[in-house]
Nanobody, 122 residues
């Protein structure tokens, strides 16, 4: 069983930055961040290996978002820079526990946090 708790969401103006945090308990193969805007499908944003440091990003955030981790705290972070209004969404921390291949498929993530809201105003 894996438990995930996100923090760090909020409101920011376009061009600003936010940092999301996720504290995890339990063993995972990889951790990730997803987002879902109202009326849209859930979108994979970023992922990082739990046993290594390889990262993987969705096309819409490449070059602006950075995923990182602190193994000593069993935590994962999402640094979001150059935020745009279209980044507005509920952001979810996620974990993949059944598949270890890399890069991951977004559909392989099987544990989810409760979500944290990010709102970017123009």
């Amino acid at each position: 069983q894996v438990q995930l708790v996100e923090s760090g969401g909020g409101s920011v103006q376009a061009g600003g930055s936010l940092r999301l945090s996720c504290a995890a308990s339990g063993d995972t193969y990889s951790m990730g961040w997803f987002r879902q805007a109202p009326g849209k499908e859930r979108e994979g944003v970023a992922a990082i290996q739990s046993w290594g440091y390889s990262t993987y990003y969705g096309d819409s955030v490449k070059g602006r978002f950075t995923i990182s981790k602190d193994n000593s705290k069993n935590s994962v972070y999402l640094q979001m820079n150059s935020l745009k209004p279209e980044d507005t969404a509920m952001y979810y921390c996620a974990a993949r526990t059944l598949v270890a291949t890399w890069p991951p498929r977004w559909s392989e993530f099987n544990y989810w946090g409760q979500g944290t809201q990010v709102t970017v105003s123009s």
